[in-house]
């Protein structure tokens, strides 16, 4: 079966400082991988997608970046952390292009800036 | 997302009283559509689907209704429980290309006892 591992679960970090976010998929062969934010008692804002190794899309641009070394591994990084940042950061994973199936979440990052 | 910048609203119910959650959603293309539940602190979980070929579809005391005329959904609970108390998303896709789901604004449905 396919399991998606996000981590770590929280994080907080100081103002200016790096950030990288890990998240692998297990079970499953070239997934369509996605980075979403979540502010606190808001929605999801989709921030990075990716089809495949090294192919990245940017939906928002800001102060992160993604990036997809292996099939199964998504990145989420950021160099100098803003205040901004803070969120619940969740990575998705689905199968298929142009297929009618739904994205699976993983558990979050909790990111506090301060 | 149309969800940035916007509270979420809120849905109060009491124990064992039917919830009706309300979404729209925003391309008339879309032909696929999820709802998904997310509890505190964790990400969102599948609960049911439906296809644009579809207007009702039947779950374990879920149903989701679709009107494409007016580009809306609906998800319908029955006899809510305080377990069912979380933040409920519609997504929407469309196929053909890459897919990307985008999501509606959430609700925030909380059960009282």
């Known amino acids: 079966s396919q399991t998606i591992h996000q981590w770590p679960a929280t994080l907080v970090q100081p103002v200016g400082s790096p950030l990288s976010l890990e998240c692998t998929v297990e079970?499953?062969?070239?997934?369509?991988l996605y980075w979403y934010r979540q502010a606190a008692g808001r929605g999801l804002q989709l921030l990075f997608y990716?089809?495949?190794?090294?192919?990245i899309s940017s939906e928002v641009p800001q102060n992160l970046s993604a990036s997809r070394p292996q099939d199964r591994q998504f990145i989420l990084s950021s160099k100098k952390l803003l205040l901004s940042d803070s969120g619940f950061y969740l990575c998705?994973?689905?199968?298929?292009?142009?297929?009618?199936?739904?994205?699976?979440f993983g558990q979050g990052t909790r990111l506090t800036v301060v | 997302g149309e969800s940035v910048g916007l509270h979420l609203p809120t849905l109060s119910v009491q124990e064992g009283d039917n919830s009706i959650i309300n979404c729209a959603y925003s391309?008339?293309?879309?032909?696929?559509f999820i709802w998904y539940k997310q509890e505190s602190g964790k990400g969102p979980q599948f609960i049911i689907d439906?296809?644009?070929?579809?207007d009702k579809r039947q779950g374990q005391r879920v149903t989701v209704l679709l009107n494409k005329t007016v580009k809306h959904l609906s998800l319908q609970i029955a006899a809510t429980q305080p377990g069912d108390s979380a933040v409920y998303f519609c997504?929407?896709?469309?196929?053909?290309?890459?897919?990307?789901?985008?999501f509606g604004r959430g609700t925030s449905l909380i059960v009282h006892p």
């Open positions: 439906i296809r644009s070929n579809m």
């Open positions: 990716s089809v495949g190794i090294g192919q």
């Open positions: 997504a929407e896709m469309l196929s053909g290309g890459s897919y990307i789901p985008t």
């Open positions: 391309n008339s293309a879309s032909d696929y």
């Open positions: 079970g499953t062969s070239n997934p369509n």
């Open positions: 998705a994973w689905s199968v298929g292009i142009g297929s009618n199936t739904e994205a699976f």
